[in-house]
């Protein structure tokens, strides 16, 4: 048992080392992905009608190209800060949930409008002992794919449900929808189906694996429902009351 014990504090220094050079390493490399977006600014605003159109196609790519690979290093530094976070320094407040659904729903506004999809939000005023922060990269990564994986000029119902010890929070939206032998994996980190590569090529593939480690963290619960071509719901209980953490 000793000799196990001792093995196994290896494994977790031994994770945690190369969670934090990872890190490290991801962090180093948003500098050059910032110059290379300003200097697309400047050829945009400065030079774009002296640039010839078959350079302007080039250009845009390398534009969406950074884009991606920019939204790709944030969420890898999310997951990574969330991970090496001990449960212990989480800051545990009450958290009005209608407020936060809808300061979320303010931020996810445009993105919702460029594909024409509107948003329904049926949230009773409700107070959970949670931390804000983190409550809010979870059900923002959830809506946030709602309208992704949302078929152009959808709907996407953002609900809740309320008893004396815990809150539902359900996201639906009318999408493209999750393959049966697909679901058990849609939480791993870079995991995508098939249908969701082709409808969207700009995710990170890395949302849905935030979404599961922080609601480890939080003590939450997670469930999902899904149709092909109809449209998938992400439902999150949440203890209204905190729950004693007893581990990350």
Do not use: C
């Not at 001990?86 to 996810?108: F, G, H, K, M, W």
């Not at 059900?139 to 609900?159: H, P, T």
């Not at 539902?168 to 870079?190: N, T, V």
């Not at 997670?222 to 990350?248: C, H, W, Y």
């Amino acid at each position: 048992d000793q000799m196990l014990s001792i093995a196994n504090n290896r494994l977790i220094l031994a994770n945690e080392e190369k969670n934090r050079q990872m890190l490290i390493t991801t962090h180093d490399l948003k500098a050059p992905f910032a110059g290379i977006e300003s200097n697309i600014e400047v050829l945009k605003y400065q030079y774009w009608n002296e640039i010839p159109e078959s350079v302007k196609g080039i250009i845009e790519r390398i534009d969406i190209r950074a884009h991606m690979l920019r939204d790709r290093i944030n969420a890898i530094l999310v997951l990574g800060n969330l991970k090496s976070k001990p449960v212990d320094q989480l800051n545990i407040e009450p958290v009005e949930i209608s407020r936060l659904i809808r300061d979320i729903a303010e931020t996810l506004q445009e993105k919702a409008e460029s594909r024409g999809v509107s948003l329904h939000i049926d949230i009773s005023p409700v107070a959970v002992d949670s931390n804000r922060e983190q409550l809010s990269v979870l059900l923002s990564n959830l809506m946030s794919n709602a309208i992704s994986y949302s078929q152009e000029n959808g709907r996407v119902y953002i609900s809740s449900a309320s008893t004396e010890v815990e809150t539902s929070i359900s996201i639906k939206d009318q999408g493209i929808g999750i393959r049966d032998d697909a679901l058990p994996r849609i939480f791993d980190e870079y995991f995508r189906t098939k249908e969701a590569n082709r409808f969207n090529k700009q995710s990170t593939g890395l949302g849905l694996a935030i979404v599961k480690v922080i609601a480890q963290k939080l003590k939450l619960r997670l469930k999902v429902q899904s149709e092909i071509d109809k449209g998938t719901m992400f439902t999150v209980i949440i203890p209204r009351k905190a729950v004693t953490n007893t581990g990350g």
